[in-house]
């Protein structure tokens, strides 16, 4: 069973503009959920966090949002830039990831 | 201050087999946690571990064990390997076992089970 889905393995994106990453949940329980990047040929590092009881949180470019009710969070990137190309992962528990999405960002 | 490190990098055994695992946690760190990342998967916990206990598992057999020294380094062995062990095995350091305590990676073992 999947206590959470990215359901877009991969998405592809112009420099400067948007991306969006989805990240669904099923237990309820959850209360803390972090986001990470991969590049090749290295570890998960962390990017973002946010807590059950913010519906969001913003770090420079990158603005996680949290629908509880919906069990749904969101990674937005703006604007995005060619460095931002990796693997994202969402955590909603300290010990399971999602399947990630490969976002690349062409010029 | 040194990241976390990991050996090997790459590593290619056969089929019934046992390997061992290592890691170097970041300075300060006393807990581990280890996790195995299927081709096109997200790291999937293995098990974790606090001042040298084992402190949490995942889903995975007992053929599967860890060892967390003194100095908070670890390893992780897998005996009787199997086709689908082929992964990359990743392990991350933090400081305190709590869900808040942000993880720090290290790059990864390659292993090849043929």
């Known amino acids: 069973d999947q206590q959470v889905k990215q359901n877009s393995p991969s998405l592809s994106v112009q420099e400067g503009r948007i991306s969006i990453l989805n990240c669904d949940y099923t237990?309820?329980?959850?209360?803390?959920f972090l986001w990470y990047k991969k590049y090749p040929a290295e570890g998960p590092t962390f990017l973002i966090s946010?807590?059950?009881?913010?519906d969001k949180n913003e770090d420079g470019r990158f603005t996680v949002f949290l629908n509880k009710s919906a069990k749904h969070l969101s990674l937005h990137i703006v604007p995005s830039q060619p460095g931002d190309s990796a693997v994202y992962f969402c955590?909603?528990?300290?010990?399971?990831f999602g399947t990630g999405t490969r976002l690349q960002v062409f010029p | 201050e040194t990241g976390v490190t990991q050996s090997p990098t790459h590593l290619i055994k056969t089929r019934g087999q046992q390997v061992t695992l290592r890691c170097s946690s970041q300075?300060?760190?006393?807990?581990v946690s280890w996790y195995q990342q299927a081709l096109g998967q997200g790291p999937q916990f293995i098990f974790q571990?606090?001042?040298?206990?084992?402190?949490g598992r995942g889903n995975f057999p007992p053929r599967f064990s860890g060892l967390q020294f003194p100095n908070y380094s670890s390893e992780l062995n897998v005996n009787a390997l199997e086709l689908d062990d082929s992964a990359l095995y990743l392990c991350?350091?933090?400081?305190?076992?709590?869900?808040?305590?942000?993880?720090?990676f290290g790059p990864g073992t390659r292993l090849t089970v043929t």
């Open positions: 237990n309820s329980m959850f209360d803390y």
């Open positions: 955590q909603p528990d300290k010990l399971i």
């Open positions: 300075s300060g760190h006393n807990t």
């Open positions: 991350a350091s933090s400081l305190g076992s709590g869900r808040l305590n942000e993880q720090y």
């Open positions: 946010i807590s059950s009881i913010k």
């Open positions: 571990y606090y001042r040298e206990e084992e402190n």
